[in-house]
């Protein structure tokens, strides 16, 4: 199965490493265009040094206004990849308001606010897109030391759902790809340690954690129109994790 995206314009958030680095690129090599929204300069100047078409734009998503004020000229957009968030793992007894505020505004107000900003556009122009949130396992499992974590990734999820109910009319369709461990920077913070990635591969029934690639292939399945009557949807990419 043959996926393109020439003509198409797409944002990717997150897009200074990871998974967000590996889609934006992905995309980038489909044939569209790709604005890269990241908080990291060094990491937008190396991205656009390995893909000269990529646009950057550098801010903080956890601010509302700066973020209003970076997308405001950004322009028609198509595809939309909701990727960036932040994930500090604290035991719930001690989990602080500060890395509560700071997660909810990343991993789930920072998602609304960017497709609201691209979905008025695209309901503007009538001509419909795919937004794809990017969630996790953690949503629908409970992961020891994760309580904000997995707290904002079921928000988000809830959010994807009723994203597809009210945007399904102007044919916007919303879905969410939730991985399983990835061994990126954040995959690094919580599962480095053997003993503890053991415990968590032994759930899953593949026996692996998932590769950058998988999660970039759901996303791009997801975004293209090969997925065109598939809305509201959370798709895990877990090895069957959550099928247990
Ligand atoms: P990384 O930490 O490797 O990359 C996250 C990217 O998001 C970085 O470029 C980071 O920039 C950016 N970002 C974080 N906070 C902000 C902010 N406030 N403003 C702008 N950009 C920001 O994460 P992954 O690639 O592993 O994760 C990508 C997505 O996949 C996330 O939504 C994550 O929750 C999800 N996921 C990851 C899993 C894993 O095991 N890795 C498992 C399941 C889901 P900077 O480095 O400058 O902060």
Same mark, same amino acid.
């Given at each position: 199965?043959?996926?393109?995206?020439?003509?198409?314009?797409?944002?990717?958030?997150?897009?200074?490493?990871?998974?967000?680095?590996?889609?934006?690129?992905?995309?980038?090599?489909?044939?569209?265009?790709?604005?890269?929204?990241?908080?990291?300069?060094?990491?937008?100047?190396?991205?656009?040094?390995?893909?000269?078409?990529?646009?950057?734009?550098?801010?903080?998503?956890?601010?509302?206004?700066?973020?209003?004020?970076?997308?405001?000229?950004?322009?028609?957009?198509?595809?939309?990849?909701?990727?960036?968030?932040?994930?500090? @793992?604290?035991? %719930?007894? =001690? &989990?602080?308001?500060?890395?509560?505020?700071?997660? $909810?505004?990343?991993?789930? !107000?920072? *998602?609304?606010?960017?497709?609201?900003?691209?979905?008025?556009?695209?309901?503007?122009?009538?001509?419909?897109?795919?937004?794809?949130?990017?969630?996790?396992?953690?949503?629908?499992?409970?992961?020891?030391?994760?309580?904000?974590?997995?707290?904002?990734?079921?928000?988000?999820?809830?959010?994807?759902?009723?994203?597809?109910?009210?945007?399904?009319?102007?044919?916007?369709?919303?879905?969410?790809?939730?991985?399983?461990?990835?061994?990126?920077?954040?995959?690094?913070?919580?599962?480095?340690?053997?003993?503890?990635?053991?415990?968590?591969?032994?759930?899953?029934? @593949?026996?692996? %954690?998932? =590769? &950058?690639?998988?999660?970039?292939?759901?996303?791009? $399945?997801?975004?293209?129109? !090969?997925? *065109?009557?598939?809305?509201?949807?959370?798709?895990?990419?877990?090895?069957?994790?959550?099928?247990?």
């Amino acid at each position: 199965m043959e996926i393109t995206f020439s003509g198409k314009r797409a944002l990717v958030t997150g897009a200074g490493k990871g998974i967000g680095r590996a889609t934006a690129l992905a995309l980038a090599r489909c044939g569209s265009e790709v604005t890269a929204v990241t908080r990291t300069k060094a990491d937008l100047d190396n991205l656009v040094q390995e893909c000269p078409s990529v646009k950057p734009v550098c801010v903080d998503l956890s601010d509302w206004d700066a973020t209003e004020q970076a997308l405001k000229d950004v322009g028609p957009v198509d595809l939309l990849v909701n990727n960036a968030a932040c994930a500090k @793992l604290q035991p %719930f007894l =001690e &989990v602080t308001p500060d890395q509560f505020d700071m997660s $909810f505004n990343v991993n789930v !107000k920072a *998602a609304l606010h960017v497709a609201q900003i691209v979905a008025r556009g695209m309901k503007a122009r009538g001509s419909g897109g795919s937004i794809v949130n990017i969630s996790s396992q953690a949503s629908q499992c409970a992961l020891k030391d994760h309580a904000v974590y997995c707290a904002t990734k079921g928000a988000l999820d809830m959010l994807t759902r009723v994203m597809a109910l009210e945007l399904g009319p102007y044919q916007i369709r919303v879905n969410s790809v939730n991985p399983t461990v990835v061994m990126t920077e954040m995959g690094k913070i919580g599962w480095s340690d053997p003993e503890k990635a053991k415990s968590m591969t032994s759930r899953i029934p @593949l026996g692996k %954690f998932a =590769e &950058v690639e998988d999660v970039v292939n759901s996303i791009l $399945f997801l975004l293209s129109d !090969k997925s *065109a009557m598939t809305n509201g949807v959370i798709l895990p990419v877990d090895g069957g994790f959550l099928a247990c």
